[in-house]
């Protein structure tokens, strides 16, 4: 791979940094997912997100009653 940080990038003089901030939130479950431009107008935060993720998964159980498909909290 190609490094493609710039020379003028001193990381040695950077303070504050804390190696592993995030790690143990990372690795309980966190998850982000990347919507698109257009998706995420429609949808301002994540509360808005899971509702209407809920509503799709409701639909489906209704469509598909055997499709295996199942809502959990």
């Given at each position: ?50 509702n209407a ?21």
């Amino acid at each position: 791979m190609e490094d493609e940080l710039c020379p003028e990038y001193d990381f040695a003089q950077m303070q504050g940094g804390v190696r592993g901030k995030y790690a143990d939130q990372y690795q309980s479950g966190t998850n982000l997912v990347l919507l698109e431009p257009d998706v995420a107008q429609a949808f301002p935060n994540d509360e808005a997100v899971n509702n209407a993720l809920r509503l799709l998964i409701q639909v489906a159980q209704r469509q598909l009653p055997n499709s295996g498909v199942q809502m959990t909290e």
